[in-house]
């Protein structure tokens, strides 16, 4: 069974930053590819980034420039650091097991609030 877990959301003032972390359990971690999707209130589910059981990043146009995705396999792992942080970016973001250019795996976890206020 897949568990996917995320953690380091919050308040955060507009510029500022943040850096979201996922586990995923029941996977071969370094072989698996993972995601971070964001919804905003009243606004469909959208990629954020994805991230190759290799290292291969893809990212949203709109976020590439203020976001990084990365993982550390030994600790099973998956990080969205998040810079710049702008109101916009108020979303619940979620973490996906199985992100590829076609779309979202079947595991979700259950997302992780940032909200982008002063």
């Known amino acids: 069974q897949v568990e996917v877990v995320e953690s380091g959301g919050g308040l955060v003032q507009p510029g500022g930053s943040l850096r979201l972390s996922c586990t995923a359990s029941g996977v071969i971690f370094s072989f698996t590819a993972l995601g971070w999707f964001r919804q905003a209130p009243g606004k469909q589910r959208e990629l954020v980034a994805h991230?190759?059981?290799?290292?291969?990043?893809n990212y949203a146009d709109s976020m590439k420039d203020r976001f990084t995705i990365s993982r550390d396999n030994a600790k099973k792992e998956v990080y969205l650091q998040m810079n710049n942080l702008k109101p916009e970016d108020t979303a619940v973001y979620f973490c996906?097991?199985?992100?590829?250019?076609?779309?979202?795996?079947?595991?979700w976890g259950q997302g992780t609030q940032v909200i982008v206020s002063s």
């Open positions: 996906n097991v199985g992100t590829t250019k076609q779309g979202p795996g079947r595991d």
């Open positions: 991230i190759s059981g290799g290292g291969t990043t």
